[in-house]
């Protein structure tokens, strides 16, 4: 009887241990997907806040180039104060997005505006200073040499073309490495461009 009772004793303990055993194994496969899961939500919430905060950056560059002079120094300056920058220089949660990537171009309107048919290109030269595209503007406002439009893209640094920027992911559970960003394209009226009237040269 008693010898019953110890092989009954004895095969519990070994039951209760491939329990225990298959409910770490269960335990570990949950975690995965759960975290799977908790890191793909968040991957794809800040993919999303990276398509709406780098519209606003190129709206913030298109509105501060509109008003600004274009020589280098202050375009650097205007692509650093439109940034929401993490102080490093990147984007707030937006790696690898820096002031680098904002492309921004001087367009010119050509056409006929009588006919209503006019296109928007990129100033080859772009004028020597903001009072002779004023100048420029006001012998001809479809001159080509007439800065009419700000265009703030975002792409990747160097080159003339605009290379949309591939994405980098922050958590490794989730495989969005062929991911690209896209250029979030704002253009704006130019205005003063910086432009202050001189009452002495009439410009």
């Known amino acids: 009887m008693l010898e019953n009772n ?16 298959g409910a770490a194994v269960e335990f570990a496969l949950l975690v995965v997907i759960f975290l799977t899961l908790v890191f793909g939500i968040l991957e794809i919430a800040r993919l999303i806040y990276m398509l709406n905060a780098l519209q606003e950056v190129t709206r913030r560059a298109g509105m501060l180039a509109a008003n600004s002079n274009f020589d280098a120094s202050t375009l650097n300056t205007i692509r650093s104060a439109a940034l929401f920058s993490d102080g490093k220089g990147n984007l707030m949660f937006g790696a690898p997005v820096t002031a680098d ?9 050509s056409g006929d505006p009588k006919s209503g048919v006019v296109t928007p290109q990129p100033i080859s030269s772009l004028p020597a200073s903001p009072a002779q595209n004023y100048a420029n503007c ?4 479809y001159d080509s040499g007439c800065i009419r439009l700000v265009r703030v893209r975002v792409c990747q640094p160097g080159g003339d073309d605009c290379t949309p920027v591939p994405y980098e992911m922050q958590f490794p559970f989730i495989d969005l490495s062929a991911l690209k960003l896209p250029r979030s ?6 205005n003063t461009l910086g432009y202050r009237f001189n009452s002495a040269t009439g410009l």
């Open 6 to 21: 110890h092989l009954s004793v004895q095969r519990a303990g070994r039951l209760s241990k491939t329990q225990r055993g």
């Open 101 to 109: 990537h904002l492309k921004i171009d001087y367009l010119s309107i």
């Open 138 to 141: 006001l012998a001809n406002p």
């Open 185 to 190: 394209e704002t253009i704006v009226p130019a």
